[in-house]
């Protein structure tokens, strides 16, 4: 009888350990697809997930992920790496039908957690969606709409938004007054305005300041005329700056007006990489230049 029971007992550890395991392992591979942004692949493992075990089940992976680490490729850095914030965040928010609103002031976390509830997969998009419908509206009328890429949203974003969200952009650069001091302009406000941002890091622009043909490069690519004051103080602005609401977002701009490139890889936003291309190409430039 003692016997029995005893056998009864190691079967069912080792019954747990497997499942353990396997539950291990689809954490894995949803990492590895978030690390590697296989959006086809992570939204495959997520609905099979859901069919096996239901929607809280695959949720629960999803939070999951987010302690985890993935593979790297190969080459003179470490193997694995955990997966990076903005990285995460982008396809959590891709998988969910929400490309576009990241920048709202919600983290991933409590997303998900608010989440968990929800029947399917489809609830959950619906009231995501909803949500962030919500908190950009907030976001735009609070003078906060850094980030809102459109072009990186697809048809994520609803006709309204996307509508609300240009104009809000517009207006902010109609309403852009730069200052000039000596032979270089103050490009703060430009830094803190989206179409603005969106222009410089194209252009690969480091720092506050420019000299006046690399303004007039500037202009030429935002096909836009901006006021000029003279300034007898550096680095002085009349035009109110309004922060990135999200603190991720916030260490982004930064990150990005600094080409402070280690901090733009570890966030490994899709929004870095104009920035981080520049890095890269002006250095290989600078690399061939050499005797």
Known sequence: MTNDKDRESILKAVKERVKQSEELQLTQMIVDAIGERRYRDLGDLVSEIEQDSGWNAAIKHLIAARRFSYTLPIGAGPNKAQVEHLKYREMIFALLGCSGYEPINLSTEEILSRLVNT?????????????????????????????FNLEY?????????????????????????????GDTINIVPLWYNEKGRQTLSQLGIKGYEIDLETFDIVISVLHKELPITESIEANSTRTPLVFPSNS??????????????EDLSA?????????????????????????
């Open 119 to 147: 029947d399917s997969m489809v609830d959950a998009c619906q009231i995501l969606q909803a949500e962030c419908d919500s908190l950009v509206i907030n976001q735009i009328e609070s003078g906060d709409n850094l980030f």
């Open 153 to 181: 949203a697809g048809s994520s974003i609803s006709k309204d938004i996307a509508d609300l969200l240009e104009r809000a952009q517009q207006e902010d650069v109609a309403r852009l007054v730069l200052e000039k001091h």
């Open 248 to 261: 991720h977002y916030e260490a982004l701009l930064l990150s990005t007006i600094n080409h402070e490139i």
């Open 267 to 291: 966030m490994s936003s899709t929004q870095s990489y104009p920035t981080l291309e520049f890095i890269l190409k002006d250095a290989l430039d600078q690399y061939e230049k050499q005797p």
